[in-house]
C-alpha cells in the first residue's frame, strides 16, 4: 500500500501550485482522501478532503475559495489546486486515505498516509 504526495514547490504569494496524490496497492474506488498540512511547529491539520465516489468535497474555512480538490479513480489520482496562496499556506503537505464512503479531518481516522511535499509561498 503506498500514497505518494508530489507537486509541491516554491512559489510567490497569490501563486498556484497543484498537488497530486497517486495511490497504489490498494481499492481506491473505495477510499476516501483527505489532504493534511503541517507547518513547523504546529499541529497536522485537515485542509480539505474527497469522498470515495467524488461527490462534494469539504474545505477548512481558511482554504475555501482558493484550493479545490479533484480525484481521477481511473488513475487512482487525487489532486488539490492550490491558488491565490499565501506565505501562511507554507508546510508540508500530505495526502491520507481511508476505506470509507465519505471523508473526515480527523488526522486519526486515516489508515494510509503518503509522504508529504512541501509548499513554501514567500512574501
Known amino acids: 500500500v503506498q500514497l505518494q504526495a508530489y507537486g509541491g514547490g516554491l512559489v510567490q504569494r497569490g501563486g498556484s501550485l497543484r498537488l497530486s496524490c497517486t495511490a497504489s496497492?490498494?481499492?481506491?474506488?473505495?477510499?476516501?482522501i483527505g489532504w493534511f498540512r503541517q507547518a513547523p511547529e504546529k499541529e497536522r491539520e485537515g485542509v480539505s478532503c474527497?469522498?470515495?465516489?467524488?461527490?462534494?468535497?469539504y474545505y477548512v474555512d481558511s482554504v475555501k475559495g482558493r484550493f479545490t480538490v479533484s480525484r481521477d479513480n481511473a488513475k487512482k489520482s487525487v489532486y488539490l489546486q492550490l491558488t491565490s496562496l499565501k506565505p501562511e499556506d507554507t508546510a508540508v503537505y500530505y495526502c491520507?486515505?481511508?476505506?470509507?464512503?465519505?471523508?473526515?479531518?480527523?488526522?486519526?481516522?486515516?489508515?494510509?498516509w503518503g509522504q508529504g511535499t512541501l509548499v513554501t509561498v514567500s512574501s
Open positions: 491520507a486515505a481511508r476505506r470509507y464512503y465519505d471523508c473526515s479531518f480527523d488526522r486519526d481516522w486515516y489508515e494510509y
Open positions: 496497492g490498494f481499492n481506491f474506488d473505495y477510499y476516501a
Open positions: 474527497t469522498p470515495n465516489s467524488g461527490g462534494t468535497a
